[in-house]
């Protein structure tokens, strides 16, 4: 079955990096030599075929952390959070080395702690600068992460023999670095841990979204109904936040801090540029996540560079072709209107 | 500002000496070092502290705008989006070329400011959303075409990496002459257009009528702000610069309400965090000049919400406490005088007494609660206790006082009743909020509208001018004895 997709969306991949091969060799004129031949048996049968047991899992990991973060980013964009996530990308760092430091392992648990113990302290210091000074949201924001970031990178450079934490792979980050090699054994499937990692991390994300659909849909509208239903909103946006550090932190390793803010915004963007409908937005969220990661490892292959940039890439394509699609069909409505 | 120029440009006629970080050349003794970085001996170490001081200046004085204009974010946005840009430039020139690197980094930040308006117009994305969203997918499409760059036979990356964490030490005579041409055409077009800026940050509308090109202007400050960001991204990297352009800001923002005196004080800051940054990554081996000037940026910030005179958290609450001590204060007072009116003694003689037992009935409370207040009254000096602790009295300053908050009182209710037809029966706690607050000088006007009047709405005498000031005068004529 994900074969089978995959393989119907090689062809799009191939039309979409031909025409993007030609225009950049039109851009740049002599640098013809920057995008590499197009190898049909490396770039497209291989990682189903031969390296399936490496690719396959590769695209199965950008595709959990491309949904998980949709699924929150739907929320995020609808309750204005945006920057938000941007915010708590950076700011988890702190979190990571100060876990690290305590508890002196880069075990899962002292990392996760960590990080959702920064996150919050995030978005509680945003709300004291912005509740307790006249400085507004936005800059309040940018405050909270710089100052946290940095914390993080002095950290790191402090106690770099101790930390194993590289500041370039926090700020890069790259699926063909995630430790691949460490095998565990879930219902007789032989798995990646990272992956089961993350499957877990987006199993909790995408149980809570949907137990919670109701609560998080009626804050996200309209916060003094859901106050009036007794729903406690303060309660349901903590909760996010701390599922939005949580996903970020299992994310970190693979696609690193700034690419995971394209993986929030980017499924939801897409989504509610082509639907008004949350439930369909979820839908198409899934899809992007699906289709971006499986284009964007074959891109990855094809131009030798980081995968999870080019999972962006990818994502930011398909992005692109909603907005075109959605752009047509404004226009299309304004025709029928203006004959009408 | 025109003097750190020329220092800088000075400075550029030296060498430059690479570290990775200013500390690594020497001895890790930290006195030693700090004696070092004062008597400015190391080429490389004058040029990564004007380097600094430059981009601190720059970003903190464009950042005054950035952050009126709440567009704090815009700087995060077009530090990370011009990425692709420089990777661009220096593929076009083969090596890192400022200049190359520059005009790729200016076209793809006016190029991510093109997508960003274009998206706000077509789509119903939030303006948040475009900002995440651009700024994403072109840092992606930038790290993309960096490894497209590793792998290039000729694409040694050779200081590509600066960018992305910075490096003030590292910074080359060309890169801190960069900065200088930056921050130079930032104080002047900064200089020329002041007002003009002005009506952009505040007013809009108001600059339109004047016939200014506010489309313009915006491009003009932005084009300043995606340069100061590209030049200081090689201090202090892509993701802190924007830091650099908000926190000195808003910390003037904190302490200052002209926009003349907020544009100097951030761009003050900006070079003290800069400073202060560079020399603390002086001190040791291991500390990166970046994140201490962010951090160093924060601390005063910090300090700032706290303590700013106007603005401060704690000054606020403090200014809240002293008020409320004051209007409790006042009220004692006026119980006092009340006490002694209601024995036809009010400002007949101050020699009378007050009770403690009367003072808490008149205010309903217990006896020591009213303890509380008197001990207060006397530590302000405007009351005397009698030896056994059981009788008090006015001083002169209690005295005026007194009636000055009674006349307050009574001519506000007689105001609401006559000018406003409040019910006498309804204006007595407005007044008593009010009291505390009116000034000497609309006290005379109320006065004055209500021709001079004698008594309140309930029959009650209000003190006139004269008697509260012409207490001090008797009382220091008489000499009374309680003192």
Request: aromatic share 6%.
């Amino acid at each position: 079955m994900m074969a089978l997709c995959g393989l119907g969306v090689l062809g799009q991949a191939v039309g979409l990096n031909g025409r993007l091969a030609a225009t950049e060799a039109v851009v740049t004129g002599g640098m013809l030599d920057l995008i590499p031949a197009f190898d049909w048996q490396k770039v497209v049968v291989a990682p189903w075929t031969v390296d399936i047991g490496l690719y396959g899992w590769m695209m199965l990991m950008a595709f959990l952390v491309t949904t998980a973060c949709g699924l929150i980013g739907n929320y995020l964009l609808l309750r204005r959070l945006a920057l938000v996530g941007d915010a708590i990308s950076h700011s988890v760092l702190p979190g990571l080395v100060a876990g690290f430091l305590i508890f002196g392992s880069l075990g899962i648990g002292p990392m996760l702690v960590g990080a959702v113990l920064a996150g919050v302290l995030t978005t509680v210091l945003i709300e004291l600068i912005h509740s307790h000074s006249r400085v507004k949201a936005d800059a309040a924001i940018g405050i909270t992460f710089c100052s946290l970031f940095a914390l993080g990178v002095l950290l790191i450079n402090v106690y770099a023999g101790q930390v194993h934490l590289d500041a370039e792979c926090v700020l890069y980050g790259e699926l063909s670095h995630v430790p691949w090699a460490e095998q565990v054994t879930v219902l007789g499937v032989s798995m990646p841990l990272p992956v089961l990692v993350m499957g877990v991390a987006t199993g909790i994300v995408a149980l809570l979204t949907g137990l919670f659909y109701k609560e998080l849909l009626i804050s996200s509208f309209d916060a003094g109904l859901a106050a009036a239903f007794g729903f406690r909103p303060r309660v349901i946006h903590y909760t996010l936040m701390a599922m939005l550090s949580l996903v970020v932190v299992a994310a970190f390793e693979s696609v690193g801090a700034i690419l995971v803010i394209a993986m929030l915004i980017l499924p939801g963007a897409t989504a509610q540029l082509l639907s008004t409908r949350l439930p369909v937005c979820f839908g198409l969220s899934v899809a992007h996540a699906a289709l971006s990661s499986v284009l964007g490892v074959h891109l990855g292959l094809w131009l030798g560079c980081s995968l999870a940039a080019a999972v962006v890439v990818a994502g930011t394509g398909l992005f692109g072709l909603a907005w075109g699609v959605s752009l047509m069909g404004r226009r299309r409505v304004e025709i029928e209107s203006g004959s009408a | 500002m025109r003097f750190l120029i020329l220092i800088a440009l000075l400075l550029l006629t030296e060498g430059s000496a690479n570290a990775s970080r200013i500390g690594d050349v020497g001895e890790v003794d930290a006195w030693g070092q700090a004696v070092r970085f004062f008597s400015f001996q190391d080429a490389s170490l004058r040029l990564a502290l004007a380097g600094a001081l430059l981009v601190g200046l720059n970003c903190g004085l464009l950042g005054g705008y950035v952050v009126v204009r709440r567009m704090a974010l815009v700087g995060d946005m077009l530090s990370h989006a011009v990425l692709p840009g420089i990777v661009l430039g220096f593929l076009w020139a083969q090596t890192k070329d400022p200049v190359a690197i520059l005009i790729g980094a200016l076209l793809a930040g006016a190029a991510a400011t093109g997508v960003s308006s274009l998206l706000a117009r077509t789509t119903r994305l939030k303006p948040d959303a475009i900002q995440g969203l651009v700024l994403a997918s072109f840092y992606g499409v930038g790290i993309c075409l960096l490894g497209l760059v590793q792998n290039l036979p000729t694409g040694a990356k050779s200081g590509l990496d600066k960018f992305l964490f910075g490096q003030a030490a590292g910074l080359s005579g060309n890169d801190v002459m960069m900065m200088a041409v930056a921050t130079g055409l930032s104080l002047v077009l900064v200089g020329w257009l002041y007002h003009d800026l002005l009506a952009l940050s505040f007013h809009r509308g108001f600059g339109q009528t004047l016939g200014l090109k506010m489309g313009l202007l915006h491009g003009v400050i932005m084009l300043l702000t995606a340069f100061a960001i590209i030049v200081a991204m090689q201090a202090v990297g892509v993701v802190l610069v924007s830091a650099m352009l908000i926190i000195p800001a808003a910390t003037a923002y904190l302490l200052t309400d002209r926009m003349h005196r907020l544009l100097g004080l951030s761009a003050v800051l900006g070079m003290a965090a800069a400073g202060v940054g560079a020399f603390g990554s002086f001190l040791g081996n291991n500390l990166p000049t970046g994140p201490l000037m962010v951090l160093a940026g924060a601390l005063f910030f910090a300090a700032a919400f706290l303590f700013s005179p106007r603005h401060g958290w704690v000054t606020r609450v403090l200014r809240q406490r002293r008020r409320r001590a004051r209007a409790e204060r006042e009220n004692t007072l006026k119980a006092m005088h009340r006490v002694l009116e209601d024995h036809g003694l009010a400002g007949v003689s101050v020699r009378e007494g007050v009770t403690l037992a009367e003072l808490s009935a008149q205010r309903r409370e217990s006896v020591g609660e009213s303890g509380e207040r008197v001990r207060d009254l006397v530590r302000a000096g405007l009351a005397t206790v009698s030896q056994d602790g059981h009788i008090l009295f006015f001083t002169p300053a209690g005295e005026q006082r007194a009636r000055a908050i009674v006349r307050n009182h009574r001519l506000w209710e007689l105001y609401l009743t006559h000018a406003a037809s409040f019910s006498p029966d309804h204006v007595h706690d407005q007044a008593e909020e009010i009291e505390h607050v009116l000034g000497e000088e609309t006290v005379r006007q109320l006065s004055r509208r209500l021709d001079f009047p004698e008594v309140d709405p309930h029959g009650r005498p209000i003190p006139t001018v004269d008697a509260i000031h012409g207490v001090g005068a008797a009382t220091e004529k008489g000499g009374l004895g309680y003192q």
